[in-house]
């Protein structure tokens, strides 16, 4: 919103200042939407799409998506990550998603597969989004949802049933391309059985500080690991920023009338009496709180107006006038010594809005990218805690750069001494089974094998399940998954992690029969026959994608 007012004049400035005032939610996306020109922005397979199709089945419909999944829906987020595979970020990841739907929407007519009206509704109404307590669907909140949310996105009720009508075509297609890539009903059999076992065994744990202890590099061991590697040290990029925080001088909370102490009269009244009272009270409260809502939302929006007015004065003059705009809006500024982005001032290390990207303000900061344009040097409006802007303009930069040895000693020495620790330390693991394994063999116990072999630390374990959480102070993190194929009264495979060594023991593996063992495989094939049919469904849509050669005709801003 407040990053792309600026980019119109005259007329176009009334309108959008209008809209602004009008919706006070909306963000720059629906504004852009309405005033949307026709403009060819994509090819598809031979057929370009415009400006307004991009935002109606692309960023409008993803955004619209990613909102009705957050409800729990699953499925909507199958189709999500389907049709925008491969995303890096938000932008890409919007447009993936429109060239997956509109390879998708060309399948529908290959195929014939076209969901009725009244399938569409039967969805609809199974959307978590749209339920309420009870979990049955809600007509009132459908309708609010259409009302006040999606037409900020600059869509309609009819762009919620394509989405709909795509999703359900998507699953049907999916079984379609997927058709025939059977599963083996006995192999899930016995992963299934596999995956049911009570385990017990025991751990014996090597730690790595030891085996670090005893590595003492020289001088000039150091420095010839450094020169071997010597690219990997680099210093962090700094940067120096000037900045305004901008907070609206929103008015108090009005207190609660709710907390008077009652009096002697109004003790005595009669039920009636009070309940009128009650009522009038609650009446009034209302009325405050709507009020003071109203007049919170109007010194939002002066603010916003501020900041945005702000960024295209910035934008007119070419970058120069920051401190002096800054001033004449009575907004302290600010100025950063050069800073890493991991070591930024307490004030600027803040979280970006909720409504917005996610993230932290920061990283938005040294997302600037410093052209020919002097404007390049000033960032976009970013949101931050509840209803502040942050607007920076980047004053220095000292890029990344080799460390000397000088640097990169301590570092370079560190990781040399991690290194030498952590290979003597699975060298000493190796010998410890081998050893174990013939103790084993000579009818000692494992306790007994393991101490012998020089290590201290054992430790049992009983009866854990695939669902059982590993003590992580003890245990490794995969030690149901490392346990579950082993032969009883066998060693397995060394288990290494950062700074340990697992050696694993199992003295007893037993199968737990379930009660609703065939329901159970059924759905596991069924569930198996799913991921087949989607693997086939997500590699035939790359291809599709790939022989349409897509290619961006216009940016979109």
Request: proline share 3%; no cysteine.
């Given at each position: ?28 996306r ?38 009705l ?28 998603f ?76 999916n ?19 596999l ?61 609660d ?109 040294f ?7 002097p ?75 393991a ?51 697992f ?43 790939e ?10 801003r």
């Open positions: 919103m407040i990053e792309n007012i600026r980019k119109y004049t005259g007329l176009m400035m009334v309108i959008l200042v209008i809209l602004f005032v009008s919706f006070l939610f909306l963000d720059s629906s504004v852009r939407s309405g005033m949307a020109g026709e403009h060819a922005v994509i090819k598809i397979a031979d057929r370009t799409y415009s400006d307004k199709e991009y935002k109606t089945f692309g960023s409008g419909a993803f955004e619209l998506t990613s909102g999944a957050q409800s729990g829906d699953f499925g909507l987020y199958q189709f999500l990550m389907g049709m925008a595979t491969g995303a890096t970020s938000k932008e890409d990841a919007a447009e993936k429109f060239v997956g739907r509109m390879i998708l929407r060309q399948a529908k007519e290959e195929f014939g597969v076209f969901p009725g009206d009244d399938e569409i509704s039967t969805y609809l109404k199974s959307l978590r989004a749209f339920a309420d307590k009870d979990g049955k669907f809600s007509q009132e909140i459908y309708r609010n949802y259409i009302e006040k949310y999606i037409g900020r996105l600059g869509l309609t009720e009819n762009d919620i049933r394509e989405l709909a009508s795509d999703v359900l075509a998507s699953k049907k297609i079984a379609i391309v997927g058709s025939g890539l059977s599963v083996d009903r006995d192999a899930v059999a016995k992963n299934l059985a995956e049911n076992q009570k385990i017990t065994g025991e751990l014996a744990r090597m730690d790595l500080a030891p085996y670090e202890d005893k590595i003492q590099p020289t001088e000039g061991e150091i420095k010839k690991y450094w020169e071997n590697i010597q690219d990997a040290f680099t210093t962090a990029p700094l940067r120096k920023f000037t900045y305004v925080l901008v907070t609206p001088s929103l008015p108090p909370e009005t207190a009338s709710s907390d008077t102490p009652e009096s002697l009269a109004d003790a005595t009244a009669s039920d009636e009496v009070k309940k009128a009272a009650k009522a009038k009270k609650e009446e009034e409260k209302a009325k405050r709180t709507t009020a003071q809502a109203e007049e919170r939302r109007k010194k939002q929006l002066e603010i916003d107006t501020l900041v945005d007015d702000f960024l295209f004065k910035l934008e007119e003059q070419k970058g120069a006038g920051f401190e002096e705009l800054a001033k004449a809006n009575k907004w302290e500024v600010k100025t950063t010594e050069l800073f890493a982005q991991a070591t930024p001032p307490k004030e600027i290390d803040v979280n970006v809005r909720a409504s917005s990207r996610g993230g932290k303000a920061i990283d938005e900061l997302k600037v990218q410093v052209t020919s344009d404007f390049s040097k000033i960032s976009e409006a970013i949101a931050i805690g509840e209803n502040q802007w942050l607007v920076a303009r980047m004053d220095g930069e000292e890029k990344s750069r080799p460390k000397t040895y000088e640097e990169a000693r301590a570092e370079a020495r560190a990781q040399y001494i991690s290194e030498k620790g952590a290979e003597a330390m699975k060298t000493a693991a190796t010998e410890a089974v081998t050893k174990i394994k013939a103790s084993i063999a000579s009818g000692k116990t494992f306790s007994e094998a101490k012998e072999a020089g290590i201290t630390e054992i430790r049992p374990f009983t009866e854990i399940i695939s669902t059982t959480r590993p003590d992580g102070a003890n245990e490794p993190q995969n030690l149901f998954a490392s346990a579950r194929n082993l032969d009883p009264n066998s060693v397995g495979e060394i288990i290494t992690e950062s700074e340990r060594t050696i694993l023991y199992v003295a007893k593996r037993e199968v737990v029969k379930e009660a609703n063992a065939a329901a159970r495989l059924d759905s596991e094939v069924t569930a198996r026959t799913n991921e087949n049919e989607t693997i086939a469904f997500t590699s035939w849509m790359n291809d599709r994608i022989a349409a050669k897509v290619e961006q005709l216009y940016k979109r």
